[in-house]
């Protein structure tokens, strides 16, 4: 069982050398959404923690599931219908089914569209 989180090395140095309680005072405005939204972080810890734990989940997924999909969805590809729209190939549509189930798909956005407002 891999993790595209915990075992990228560049990542791991990133997530400890970034000032990231400077960062998620900026990205959660100071903390003013915690008693508005649950998700909202009521600090830099918990953002943090926050942060880290859902690219675990994201690391965990990515490795397990989309990742072993890959190669698959590359030789399918993708299909441009005469109406204009794309039907996706197989493992796209079930990578993405697996990231909204994870209730992840809105990370970057505010959590007042219901997002977990992450920084990008």
Known sequence: MGNFY???DDIQ???RH???????????ENFKHAGQFDIAPA???EAIT???MVLDSIGRLSADFIDPRSEGIDRE???LNE???VTYAKGIAESMEALAKADVMGFTLPHRFGGLNFPC
């Open 13 to 15: 140095f990133l997530f």
């Open 18 to 28: 970034l000032n990231l309680e400077k960062v998620a005072g900026l990205q959660e």
């Open 6 to 8: 915990t075992d990228n």
């Open 43 to 45: 600090n830099a810890d």
């Open 83 to 85: 109406d204009g729209t």
């Open 50 to 52: 926050n942060y880290d």
């Open 77 to 79: 590809g993708n299909t």
